[in-house]
């Protein structure tokens, strides 16, 4: 009976051609996401939209994310990942050719235009989202999860911290090409469109899940490691077929409150993150008179905050589970919140605001990478992976739904202060679901660093040709 270690050419057993792949998704679906945040208000001003509009086109975005995230979470199960995820991207690109076109319509449909548009480019990012956590789930042994989750979402921190450096430059072109004016507000546009071209050759090219534990790069430093274990022939008939894997669970098997605990601090990280973002530049303009330029200065430094948190989170996770690197992200954030929550005419500049917004800023994509990492564990290698998942997202899109509402109906110190409840609320659930998610955290690991600690003892007994080695097992 010959076992193959999972992740033969990489430890987490993710394929270099898919690493590659997801990252460069992230990375520019992240960047084109935060070039836009920024430039969507005086777009939509610039074409007569109101205030109020102004939310439910921010919100537009987070209700297409999460019909996408529910809908291919689904279809996950029934159709080539490959397909599904070509196609969410090809709807992305479609959508973002509508927002660049929108400037140029009519009157009567621009507004319009760029609402609809909006909503198409959410559905197919929140769908690529959910097939890409997806299949991280179920390629990655639990062991090693949260650390590809954080690799990934440091990607996607890096997109947030490109898009807005891109973003300065574009926002002080003044073009017209064939008729069609190209400024601030609609070369973001134009810049999203090209990441979504380059986006579907990065997938067409390297993400095809068929070719997975099939072959290992050129140049891995790990080779494939088989193990022949010599078992009485008795045993033999019995488990010849068998192979370790992550355990599966059976939908019944899933915790649910410990997933509805996930859930609800995804749903406040998102919240107020969705607060935040939606508040920044036209506070930044209102109280200390900063361009939209400005604005983009303040993204790029959250997302150097964020990326930062993101690289401490592969150092923390071999020193801290995950559930004490969520109560530390939460505690992070109401500390952000509750220096942000004074009232803003008495502050006599922006440092506070600036403070605040980093810690908000850091704390956001840790609680994310790691809400999502447990509820992957929870669930398990299980069909219900990608539909959890989905769920997941669709949750952090219902968020980003309500934020902006909430968000330009009060005052900010107000705003603030809500948001610094809600954390604490949060927090509050989390250390009372604090024995269930260990024990459910254990469960995961265990079995994958047995596995790995099998290996590392196979690997200190003498190889045979082929660097195969033969291991007798007494019964």
Request: net charge negative.
């Amino acid at each position: 009976m010959t076992f193959v270690s999972e992740g033969a050419f990489a430890r987490d057993g993710l394929d270099w051609r898919v690493r590659w792949a997801f990252a460069c998704n992230i990375l520019l679906a992240c960047a084109s996401f935060a070039i836009v945040m920024p430039s969507i208000a005086p777009f939509l001003f610039s074409m007569g939209g109101t205030s109020s509009f102004l939310a439910w086109v921010i919100s537009s975005y987070s209700i297409g994310e999460a019909v996408g995230a529910v809908a291919f979470g689904y279809a996950f199960a029934r159709v080539p990942a490959r397909s599904l995820l070509l196609f969410c991207i090809a709807l992305a690109c479609a959508g973002s050719a509508l927002y660049a076109a929108a400037g140029a319509l009519p009157p009567v449909v621009n507004v319009t235009s760029l609402l609809v548009a909006r909503c198409v480019q959410g559905i197919g990012s929140g769908g690529q989202q959910a097939i890409e956590q997806a299949y991280v789930g179920e390629a990655v042994p639990s062991a090693y999860r949260t650390q590809v989750t954080g690799m990934l979402s440091s990607w996607a921190t890096l997109g947030f911290l490109v898009g807005p450096v891109v973003g300065v430059p574009l926002s002080l072109l003044d073009l017209r090409v064939a008729g069609w004016h190209i400024d601030g507000n609609t070369s973001p546009a134009v810049f999203i469109c090209l990441c979504f071209l380059v986006m579907l050759g990065a997938t067409w090219a390297l993400f095809d899940p068929e070719r997975r534990g099939r072959d290992a790069p050129p140049d891995s430093a790990t080779a494939p490691l088989s193990i022949d274990v010599t078992v009485p022939e008795e045993e033999e008939e019995e488990g010849a077929d068998e192979t370790w894997k992550t355990p599966e669970r059976a939908p019944d098997d899933v915790n649910q409150h410990a997933v509805l605990a996930c859930l609800l601090v995804f749903f406040v990280h998102f919240a107020g993150f969705a607060v935040i973002e939606t508040i920044c530049t036209p506070l930044i303009a209102a109280e200390f008179q900063w361009t939209t330029t400005m604005s983009f200065y303040l993204f790029t430094v959250s997302g150097a905050a964020s990326l930062l948190s993101l690289v401490m989170l592969g150092q923390l996770t071999l020193r801290y589970n995950d559930i004490t690197l969520l109560l530390f992200s939460l505690l992070v954030a109401l500390l952000g919140y509750g220096v942000m929550a004074p009232d803003l005419h008495r502050w006599r500049g922006p440092e506070r605001y600036v403070v605040g917004f980093t810690m908000v800023s850091m704390a956001f994509p840790l609680g994310r990478a790691l809400s999502l990492s447990l509820v992957s564990k929870l669930v398990g290698r299980s069909l219900d992976q990608a539909r959890y998942l989905g769920v997941a997202f669709a949750v952090g899109a219902i968020a980003r739904i309500v934020g902006p509402f909430v968000a330009v109906h009060a005052h900010p110190p107000v705003l603030f202060a809500l948001a610094a409840l809600m954390f604490a609320a949060a927090t509050v659930v989390l250390v009372a679901a604090w024995r269930t998610l260990h024990a459910e955290d254990d469960f995961e690991r265990i079995l994958p660093l047995q596995a790995e600690t099998v290996v590392k003892l196979a690997r200190r007994v003498s190889f045979g040709r082929q660097g195969s080695v033969t291991v007798v097992v007494p019964m």
